[in-house]
C-alpha cells in the first residue's frame, strides 16, 4: 500500500491518471491469481455441470458408473475448496478488504484536505497582510532616514546649546568672581565709614568742647569788659581829682588819661573778642550740626554698605547656584550629546534592520505568493484525487462483493455436491428428486457464472 498512499498524498509518479494507477497496482498484485482462479472455477463448473447432465441422462445406470463422475466432481470440490483456502486468494481477499477500508479513510481525510484548501481566502488575506508589512517596511528606512537626518541636526544644536551653556558657566564664574570682589571692597568701604564714623564723632566732641571754651572765653570777656568800665571810671575820677590839685595833679592826669586810653582799647578789643567769640560760637554750632549730620549720613552709608554686602552675598550666592545650575546643564547637555549619538547610532542601525527586513519581507511576499499558488495546484490534484479515490473505494467494494458471493456461491455449490453424492446409492429410486437437485445446482451454476462475468465486468 505503500505506492497508494504516495499516490494518495500528490505524489505523482506517473503522467497517466490516478485510477489507471491504482488499477495497474492492483493487476499487478492480484491480477495472475485472480484470473487462474476464475479460469480454474470455470473449468469445474463445466465439468460438473456436464457430470450432473450425464447423470441425468443415464437415471438407470449402474451404481459403480455413476460413482466414477461424483468422485471426480468431489475431487473437483475439493480442489476448489483448496484454492478458496490457500494464502493467495485469501490475502488478495484481505487485502482488497483492507484497500477498500485504506481507500474509504483516505477519502475522509482528503475531504478534511479539501476543507482545508479552502482556506485560500485565509491566505490570500495573509498575503495581502504580507503586501501591507513589505510597503511598510519599504517606508520605514525612510522615516529612519529623516528620523536620523533630524538628530543628525539636534546633535547640532545640542552641540550649540553646550558651548552656549559653557560660555555662561564661564562668564558666571567671573560674575561670581566680581561679586566676590565687589563684597570685598563694600566691607572695606563699610570698615573706612565706621572710621569716618569714629572721626566725626571725635570732631564733634572737639567742636563741642570749643563751644564749650568759647563760651568760658565770653566769660572772662565779660569780666575784661567789666573791669575796661571800672578802670575808665576810675581814670575819670584820677582826672577829676587831678584837675582839682592844679599844677600838682598835672603827672597824675597824664596817667589818668593814658589809663583811660588803656580802659578804652581794652573795652574796643574786648568788644571786638565777643563778636569774634560769638561769630566762632555761631560757625562751632553750625560745624557741629554738620558734623552731626554728616555722621548722619555716614550711618546711613554704613546702612546702605550693608545693605549692598546683603545684596552682593545674595548676588554671589545666585551667581553660584547659577553657576552649579549652569555646569549641571553643561554636564546634562554632554550626557544628553552622547545620548543623541548614541540614539542616531542605534537609529542607524535600525535603518539597516528595517532595510533587511524589507529585503525578508519581500522574500516573505514571493514565498507566500508561490505558497498561493502551490495551495491552488493542491487543491486541484487534492480534488482530482479525492473523485478518483472514491471511484477506487467503489470498484474495490464492489470487487468485494463478488469476492465473497463467489465464495457463497461455492460453499452452496460443495453443500449441494455432497448432497448429490449422499443420494448417489438411492439415485435409481429418486432419480426425480435427483433431477431436482440437479436443476438446482444448474440454477447455481448459472448464477455463480453469472457472478463470474460480473466480477469479469468489474475486471
Known sequence: FVVLNDLLIG??????????????????????????????????????????????????????????????????????????????????????????????????????????????????????????????????????????SSMNEMDVSIDQVQSNANETARLSEEVAQDAERGAEAILKTIGEIYRIKESTQEAVAVISNLGSRIEAIGQIL??????????????????????????????FAVVADEIKDLAERAGASTKEIAELTKT?????????????????????????????????????ESS??????????????????????????????????????????????????????SVERMRAITQQVERSSQDQARGGRDVTA?????????????QAHRALSRSGESLVASAERMERAIQQEEAMLRQLSGETLRLRDVR
Not at 47 to 72: E, F, I, M, S, V
Not at 280 to 307: F, T
Not at 402 to 414: A, K, N, P, R, V
Open 11 to 148: 505524489k505523482q509518479t506517473s503522467g497517466r491518471p490516478i485510477t489507471a494507477q491504482l488499477d495497474h497496482v492492483v493487476v499487478d498484485q492480484y491480477g495472475v491469481l485472480v484470473i487462474e482462479t476464475k479460469a480454474r472455477t470455470n473449468a469445474l463448473i463445466r465439468g460438473t455441470y456436464a457430470d450432473a447432465k450425464w447423470t441425468a441422462c443415464y437415471p438407470g445406470g449402474q451404481k459403480k458408473t455413476l460413482q466414477n463422475p461424483l468422485r471426480q466432481n468431489e475431487q473437483h470440490l475439493n480442489l476448489l475448496h483448496q484454492l478458496l483456502k490457500e494464502d493467495g486468494l485469501a490475502l488478495a481477499l484481505d487485502q482488497v478488504r483492507g484497500l477498500t477500508v485504506f481507500v474509504d479513510s483516505d477519502v475522509s481525510k482528503l475531504e478534511l484536505d479539501s476543507v482545508t484548501a479552502l482556506r485560500v481566502a485565509d491566505l490570500a488575506q495573509l498575503e495581502e497582510r504580507f503586501s501591507e508589512r513589505y510597503d511598510f517596511a519599504i517606508g520605514t528606512p525612510l522615516t529612519a532616514e529623516e528620523t536620523s
Open 222 to 251: 565779660n569780666v575784661i569788659d567789666d573791669v575796661a568800665e571800672q578802670t575808665n571810671l576810675l581814670a575819670l575820677n584820677a582826672a577829676i581829682i587831678a584837675a582839682q590839685a592844679g599844677e600838682h595833679g598835672k603827672g
Open 280 to 316: 566762632i560760637q555761631s560757625e562751632s554750632k553750625n560745624a557741629i550740626v554738620a558734623v552731626e549730620r554728616g555722621a548722619k549720613n555716614v550711618d546711613r552709608g554704613v546702612e546702605v554698605s550693608n545693605e549692598a554686602e546683603h545684596a552682593l552675598k545674595k548676588i554671589l
Open 320 to 373: 553660584q547656584k547659577s553657576t552649579n545650575m549652569v555646569r549641571a546643564i553643561a554636564r546634562a547637555t554632554v550626557e544628553q550629546a552622547k545620548g543623541s549619538r548614541q540614539v542616531t547610532d542605534a537609529i542607524g542601525r535600525i535603518a539597516e534592520t528595517v532595510q533587511q527586513i524589507a529585503a525578508a519581507t519581500a522574500e516573505q511576499a514571493r514565498g507566500s505568493e508561490l505558497i498561493m499558488r
Open 402 to 414: 463478488s469476492m465473497e458471493s463467489i465464495t457463497s456461491l461455492l460453499g452452496q455449490l460443495s
